[in-house]
C-alpha cells in the first residue's frame, strides 16, 4: 500500500504563495486517484482538489483560479500550488489516495493519508 508524506506548509501573509508536496513511497502514484483535502479548527475536512490516473483536475469553487493540482509521477509526487493565500485557506492540509476508477472530492471515499501539514494565512 501507498504512504505518504506531505512537506511545504508554512505561515504566510494574505496574497503569498506556498507550494504542498506529498511524497508517496511503497507504490506508485499513477495507480491511483489523488487528492488533497483540508482541515481547520471547528470544521469538518473538506476536499480541495482531485486528480485522476489520466491527470483530469477538480476543485472546490472556493479555490478555483488560485490552486492548481499536479502530480509528477516520474518522481511519484504530489503537489498542490496555492497562490494569492487568503485568511480563510488556514487549516491542516493532507493529501490522500485512493484505488478505483473515481476521484470524489469526498474525504470518506479515500482509504490512505499523509500526516498532514499546517498552512496559516495572515491578514
Known amino acids: 500500500q501507498v504512504q505518504l508524506v506531505e512537506s511545504g506548509g508554512g505561515s504566510v501573509q494574505a496574497g503569498g504563495s506556498l507550494r504542498l508536496s506529498c511524497a508517496a513511497s511503497?507504490?506508485?502514484?499513477?495507480?491511483?486517484?489523488m487528492g488533497w483535502f483540508r482541515q481547520a479548527p471547528g470544521r469538518e475536512r473538506e476536499g480541495v482538489a482531485i486528480i485522476n490516473k489520466v491527470g483530469s483536475t477538480s476543485y472546490v469553487d472556493s479555490v478555483k483560479g488560485r490552486f492548481t493540482i499536479s502530480k509528477d509521477n516520474a518522481e511519484n509526487t504530489l503537489y498542490l500550488q496555492m497562490n494569492s493565500l487568503k485568511p480563510e485557506d488556514t487549516a491542516m492540509y493532507y493529501c490522500?489516495?485512493?484505488?478505483?476508477?473515481?476521484?470524489?472530492?469526498?474525504?470518506?471515499?479515500?482509504?490512505?493519508w499523509g500526516q498532514g501539514i499546517q498552512v496559516t494565512v495572515s491578514s
Open positions: 511503497g507504490d506508485t502514484v499513477s495507480r491511483y486517484q
Open positions: 490522500a489516495a485512493k484505488p478505483g476508477n473515481t476521484a470524489p472530492l469526498r474525504s470518506n471515499a479515500y482509504n490512505y
